[in-house]
């Protein structure tokens, strides 16, 4: 039996404010993500893990020593991120414990215009009897990923205070970041000395996901023909009209993130700035196949071509910027990576979710630069919301997940 920490560590942690900003050039994009990774190595320390440490751009490297005479035991990462999302305020974030949760509406007290309704949450159909965990109604909670961050440091101190259970040697990375995009940009493969890993930044409990999206974005930067409105005629181009009719003639029943699920991939235009004279239009493309991902940058730029041919002053720049790839490519050299996991997971009494992400995770960027990395479940949901919850049983099944996975290396190698 696991003496739990991990709701304790999470309230302390959901309290720091974490958020990152995607238009900082700093690493990490805010200084004060490094409060809680400081906190983090302290804790570490008091568990026994000497080596624990913050590098100078705010990632944590620790290692759970080895404590099996088997001598080829792969080292294995657990991950997850200490930032929360900028799409709502993380500042003085207040949790509540609705204890014994038994299927009504939970009203959230500093804005009872916040209701989670389990027509809304079909989740918590399954939470029953279980303490669930939300924010106060005016910031998110800061499950993602704070609880994976509480699940990994609590099966990090059951294993430093359990050495019957046998392990090889664990590693142990919290990265910055993670939601804007650029939490692997710093990570140092070398120093983690990790071989395989897992990122703890999943939703519904048991599930785990060994396959994202594939990423592009497109810049698009439209040069239009100035000209004073009172003298226009026959000569102003429009750069910025000319944008707007690109945008009006992606299709509006497909392609699209509000018109897409499961396995289909979307154009979506994310931002666009200009003036008549220059007008910049960014892009993401979204598909699980590097092959679907070019078709749709063949499209867009098809849409882009006719649009520039009813003005024959201006000209386009289209450049497509690499940005993830489906970890499924690397994974599927390693199978034992993902098949653990699952063998984990129904070590704990649930059953095994696996599915893809629509979306990345550092996991998709670790997996491209030498560390195979599926994603488990940490058990947030409703992410980047002012209705963010999470249960405290589902945090428990994921410390009993890890611990399982570090006793399953052990056992089949």
Avoid at 14 to 31: G, L, M, R
Avoid at 231 to 253: H, Q, T, Y
Avoid at 404 to 409: H, S
Wanted: hydrophobic content about 35%; overall charge negative.
């Amino acid at each position: 039996m696991i003496n739990f920490t991990v709701t304790e560590r999470f309230l302390r942690y959901v309290k720091i404010d974490t958020q990152s900003d995607a238009s900082s050039k700093s690493i990490p994009s805010t200084e004060k993500q490094k409060d809680l990774s400081r906190l983090l190595v302290d804790e570490l320390h008091a568990m026994g893990i000497k080596d624990a440490q913050m590098d100078e751009w705010g990632y944590v490297y620790a290692t759970i020593p080895a404590n099996t005479d088997k001598k080829d035991v792969p080292v294995i990462c657990f991950c997850s991120h200490v930032d929360t999302s900028p799409d709502s305020s993380g500042t003085n974030v207040k949790p509540i414990v609705h204890t014994n949760y038994q299927g009504q509406d939970i009203v959230l007290p500093d804005d009872p215009t916040q209701i989670l309704r389990m027509a809304e949450h079909p989740d918590l159909q399954h939470q029953i009897g279980h303490d669930v965990i939300t924010a106060s109604g005016l910031t998110l909670l800061g499950a993602d990923d704070k609880a994976g961050l509480a699940e990994i440091m609590d099966a990090a101190h059951h294993l430093m205070s359990h050495p019957e259970l046998k392990h090889g040697a664990v590693r142990i990375l919290f990265t910055p970041d993670e939601e804007i995009g650029r939490g692997a940009d710093k990570v140092d493969i070398r120093k983690l000395g990790a071989a395989f890993g897992y990122t703890m930044d999943g939703e519904t409990v048991g599930s785990l996901e060994d396959e994202t999206f594939s990423a592009d974005a497109v810049k698009l930067t439209i040069d239009g023909v100035s000209a004073h409105p009172g003298f226009a005629k026959g000569k102003l181009e429009s750069a910025m009209k000319i944008a707007a009719d690109i945008v009006s003639r992606l299709p509006k029943d497909r392609l699209s993130p509000e018109t897409t699920e499961g396995r289909e991939g979307f154009i979506h235009p994310v931002t666009m700035q200009g003036i008549v004279e220059q007008t910049v239009v960014e892009f993401i493309i979204r598909d699980f196949t590097v092959e679907g991902l070019h078709a749709k940058e063949v499209f867009l730029q098809k849409i882009v071509n006719e649009v520039l041919e009813t003005y024959p002053g201006s000209k386009a720049t289209f450049e497509v910027i690499e940005q993830y790839r489906n970890m499924k490519y690397v994974l599927n050299d390693y199978p034992q990576v993902a098949d653990y996991a699952e063998e984990a997971i129904r070590r704990t009494g649930i059953p095994v979710r696996k599915g893809s992400i629509r979306g990345g995770t550092d996991g998709s960027r670790l997996s491209f630069m030498g560390l195979p990395c599926p994603n488990i479940f940490a058990g947030g949901h409703a992410f980047h919301s002012r209705q963010e919850w999470v249960s405290r049983q589902d945090m428990e099944k994921a410390v009993e997940t890890i611990v399982n996975l570090c006793q399953i290396w052990e056992e089949r190698n």
